[in-house]
Nanobody
Framework: QVQLVESGGGLVQVGGSLRLSCAAS??????MAWYRQAPGKQRELVAR???????NYADSVKGRFTISRDSAKKIIYLQMNSLIPEDTAVYYC????????WGQGTQVTVSS
């Protein structure tokens, strides 16, 4: 059974930064992604990283967020800079092509 454990969230002011981590008990080369769910909204894709290392981002975070991975440690990161209140959500990692059981997520709150 695949386990996904997200961490690194918190309360930050507008313009601040956070780095989220996802420890995944799966192959380090699997295509992975970060998702988020804001209150009252559907879960949305934020960023993905393919087996090749190719990355892609939602328009709303392009230029501010960076997804990366440490294959040896099996950790996927999401560096979030220039945070805005609209980034407030619970952030989850999961597969990009294949979905596994969702983890508990990590709460990110951006205060103005």
């Amino acid at each position: 059974q695949v386990q996904l454990v997200e961490s690194g969230g918190g309360l930050v002011q507008v313009g601040g930064s956070l780095r989220l981590s996802c420890a995944a008990s799966i192959s380090s080369t699997v295509a992975m992604a970060w998702y988020r769910q804001a209150p009252g909204k559907q879960r949305e894709l934020v960023a993905r990283i393919l087996e090749s290392g190719s990355t892609n981002y939602a328009d709303s975070v392009k230029g501010r967020f960076t997804i990366s991975r440490d294959s040896a440690k099996k950790i996927i990161y999401l560096q979030m800079n220039s945070l805005i209140p609209e980034d407030t959500a619970v952030y989850y990692c999961n597969g990009f092509y294949n979905r596994y059981d969702w983890g508990q997520g990590t709460q990110v709150t951006v205060s103005s």
